[in-house]
Nanobody, 126 residues
Framework: QVQLVESGGGLVQAGASLRLSCAASGRTFSNYLVGWFRQAPGKEREFVAAISRTGGSTHYADSVKGRFTISRDNAKNTVYLQMNSLKPEDTAVYCC???????????????????WGQGTQVTVSS
């Protein structure tokens, strides 16, 4: 089993930056594909970014491409989401998720993932 705990959310103004962390328990976390998803009030959960086991492959939603960067430190069992130039439309609960596979072409699909954290709130004011 893998347990995921997100941190780093908060209330910021538009244009600011935040770095989210997803800390995992379990020795096998370094073998897993990890994704970030977000859900705003009244909206469906949407894909944000994903990173393969080694970090060699990363993917981003078009809405965050060029502003967000996903990375991982397997020695620390942690995946990060650096968010720059934040916009009010980035406001959501951000969750990380882990897939037991090292990589999947369906990285954008939430049903692909086996483990989920509780989420951290990000609020961007205009």
């Amino acid at each position: 089993q893998v347990q995921l705990v997100e941190s780093g959310g908060g209330l910021v103004q538009a244009g600011a930056s935040l770095r989210l962390s997803c800390a995992a328990s379990g020795r096998t976390f370094s073998n897993y594909l990890v994704g970030w998803f977000r859900q705003a009030p009244g909206k469906e959960r949407e894909f944000v970014a994903a990173i393969s086991r080694t970090g060699g492959s990363t993917h981003y939603a078009d809405s965050v491409k060029g502003r967000f960067t996903i990375s991982r430190d397997n020695a620390k069992n942690t995946v990060y989401l650096q968010m720059n130039s934040l916009k009010p439309e980035d406001t959501a609960v951000y969750c990380c998720a882990a897939d037991r596979l090292p990589y999947s072409s369906r990285y954008y699909n939430s049903y692909e993932y086996d483990y989920w954290g509780q989420g951290t709130q990000v609020t961007v004011s205009s």
